[in-house]
């Protein structure tokens, strides 16, 4: 039943949602026969029992969050290509190429990612594009260019020959030194960024021998750090090596990703400091097997891909064990768009009950993105971002694959 609302001459409808079990993020609860009440973009009521003629019939659903992903590259998927193609394609034709990929992650349930490093500003493009209505995607704040030290991870001249190397700096996300970190962050600032994401390690995918190796000083984290909090920003730390974790813990980074190598000590310090764990499992998971396949990866690449990436899944079975806080996120690009519901397989996988990982993805998620107040349950005054799949996943993890039902800012995408 569509209720048309007026106040001072506008004219709105209301949507009812009938919704058979919704997940309570704010409690981990499972509330059975709700009505969800809609009012353009926000959620105006949740209510006990089936209120009102439904517009949208959910009864026989299993209704949760739309759910959040903190690590993904919204512009760029692997493929044995991807080096070659950083030569041979203009910005746009990478844009162009997004626009599929950010449909799948939104049709998979992801109302909301968090992109973590993309060139050229173009998150902040696709992000405009989205928030425009030009194209179907989710709602994405970005980091846009991830910092790096002179050949660390982040490095956009990494394996190219020295007449194209040059010495690239702050401006291109590249730090050496304490101003180069101001001057960093201000970049990312007047770029349109939501965030700073920083390389404290080496990586697998970039052409550059070591994986885990600490890539920034503390002096060079904490300036980082200090300088984003000027702007508002929280700051992600891609990590593998332990010392390089370390480092940027101690530094007052909000979130390690990945995290391969995480020792005890660092999980104590994670916890002590209210640290965030991304863990990233499935592009774990893919590296690892594609590390198998000759000619997938550099011959550089390919040792980093078969060692670190089979590890990142133990790691986050410790860390859950251990008490860390956990919050979803793929690296969703090294794996494929729209597959980012694995995730949650490989996280019961690793002890983690289906109800955390649920929460992991919407409520935690929320919270380390600091739109808490915005996203991240269903509740008065949140966006109505709301994702359903037909049965329970806390019975069948497979169900995380079948959403049926995607809502986001109160406009249906799929159903």
């Known amino acids: 039943m569509m209720l048309a609302l007026t106040l001072s001459g506008a004219t709105w409808a209301e949507t009812i949602i009938h919704a058979g079990k919704m997940v309570d993020a704010s409690t981990g609860e499972v509330r059975e026969a709700v009505t969800i009440v809609i009012d353009g973009e926000r959620i105006a009521s949740v209510e006990a029992g089936y209120q009102g003629t439904a517009d949208i019939d959910l009864t026989d659903a299993f209704v949760m969050p739309g759910w959040i992903d903190m690590h993904v590259h919204i512009a760029s998927q692997q493929s044995p290509n991807r080096f070659v193609e950083g030569f041979t394609l203009e910005p746009a034709d990478y844009a162009l190429r997004a626009v599929p990929y950010a449909e799948r992650t939104l ?11 993309t060139a050229y500003a173009l998150a902040q493009s696709i992000r405009r594009a989205v928030n425009g209505g030009h194209i179907p995607g989710p709602r994405i704040y970005t980091s846009g260019k991830s910092l790096a030290t002179t050949g660390g991870h982040a490095d956009p001249t990494n394996g190219v020959i020295e007449e194209l190397r040059g010495d690239p700096g702050p401006a291109d996300g590249v730090v050496n ?7 960093a962050v201000r970049a990312r600032y007047k770029e349109g960024a939501d965030l700073i994401k920083l390389t ?13 190796n600490p890539q920034f000083t503390e002096e060079e984290i904490s300036a980082i750090v200090a300088a984003a909090q000027d702007y508002g920003f929280r700051v992600a730390a891609h990590a593998h090596g332990t010392e390089g974790m370390r480092r940027a813990v101690v530094a007052g980074v909000n979130s390690i990703e990945h995290g391969t190598y995480m020792s005890d000590e660092v999980m104590e310090l994670m916890k002590q400091h209210g640290t965030w764990y991304v863990p990233t499992i499935a592009a774990g998971k893919f590296v690892g097997e594609k590390a198998k396949i000759d000619g997938y990866f550099s011959e550089v690449v390919r040792p980093k891909a078969a060692a670190i990436g089979p590890v990142i899944f133990d790691t986050f079975a410790r860390a859950y064990a251990a008490g860390v806080k956990i919050a979803f996120g793929t690296d969703t690009g090294v794996s494929p768009h729209g597959e980012n519901w694995k995730e949650f397989i490989y996280m019961v996988e690793g002890g983690m009950p289906a109800m955390e990982a649920i929460v992991s993805a919407t409520r935690t998620a929320a919270e380390l993105l600091d739109e808490w107040d915005n996203l991240g349950s269903i509740e008065a ?5 709301i994702v359903a799949v037909p049965g329970d996943p806390r019975e069948d993890v497979q169900e995380f694959g079948r959403v049926h039902f995607v809502m986001k800012g109160g406009k249906v995408f799929k159903q």
């Open 177 to 183: 030194g304490v101003d180069d970190a101001y001057k």
């Open 107 to 117: 049709m998979a349930g992801f109302t909301t990612v968090r992109d973590v490093g």
């Open 200 to 212: 404290a390690t080496g990586g697998v995918l970039s052409q550059a021998k070591s994986g885990q």
């Open 381 to 385: 005054g949140k966006y109505a971002d």
